[in-house]
T-cell receptor, first 114, second 110 residues
Framework: KAGVTQTPRYLIKTRGQQVTLSCSPI?????VSWYQQTPGQGLQFLFEYFSETQRNKGNFPGRFSGRQFSNSRSEMNVSTLELGDSALYLC?????????????FGEGSRLTVL | GQQLNQSPQSMFIQEGEDVSMNCTSSSIFNTWLWYKQDPGEGPVLLIA?????ELTSNGRLTAQFGITRKDSFLNISASIPSDVGIYFC??????????FGKGTKLSVKP
């Protein structure tokens, strides 16, 4: 069974640009969550989607947005990039309809903003 | 955002030693989970706990859900080199997202 796939794995952008990250969950999983990981703040929750609906949202500015498609694949977008957005962005899928916290993480997309 | 207090921040292990780490919060959680992250990888779930007082094992790993629901502990017995990595605790309230601790980094003693 294929794991959670995130693309791209690495990318470099400059301030002011925007970026779109993609996540394909494990087959059959309908829940997708996104986390930002930085050395200073650790793992911070961005948002969670289930069946194309945003079920939960973290405390990030509106520049961070996401969506989920009918095939459960998800994308997140960050507009007007700032230096502080440099981070590892992790996507995780869940197999349960109820969010049990049991998540399967991808390897992440490492974003560097110059 | 809110985070859990995880300690120690880092520790060195010698093969064969037992390891303990813990996580505390000022708030109550319904679920406690422990994840491990290796370099270049995403976190991997080790143990999930759903009831106060619950003690659960996964091989050499044992975790406990504190009776006050505000803490959790992870023990690793007879550590081996592949135990090296970063261990994260995570707590979840009902209908809420996971809140992660800042991690305990396990390294091998030189």
């Amino acid at each position: 069974k294929a794991g959670v796939t995130q693309t791209p794995r690495y990318l470099i952008k400059t301030r002011g640009q925007q970026v779109t990250l993609s996540c394909s969950p494990i087959s059959g999983h309908r829940s997708v969550s996104w986390y930002q990981q930085t050395p200073g703040q650790g793992l911070q929750f961005l948002f969670e989607y289930f069946s194309e609906t945003q079920r939960n949202k973290g405390n990030f500015p509106g520049r961070f947005s996401g969506r989920q498609f009918s095939n459960s694949r998800s994308e997140m977008n960050v507009s007007t990039l700032e230096l502080g957005d440099s981070a590892l962005y992790l996507c995780a899928s869940g197999r349960d309809r109820v969010n049990t916290g049991e998540l399967f993480f991808g390897e992440g997309s490492r974003l560097t903003v110059l | 955002g809110q985070q859990l207090n995880q300690s120690p921040q880092s520790m060195f292990i010698q093969e064969g030693e037992d390891v303990s780490m813990n996580c505390t919060s000022s708030s109550i959680f319904n679920t406690w989970l422990w994840y491990k992250q290796d370099p270049g990888e995403g976190p991997v779930l080790l143990i999930a706990l759903y009831k106060a007082g619950e003690l659960t094992s996964n091989g050499r790993l044992t975790a406990q859900f504190g009776i006050t629901r505000k803490d959790s502990f992870l023990n690793i017995s007879a550590s081996i080199p592949s135990d090296v990595g970063i261990y994260f605790c995570a707590g979840r309230r009902s209908q809420g997202n996971l809140i992660f601790g800042k991690g305990t980094k396990l390294s091998v003693k030189p």
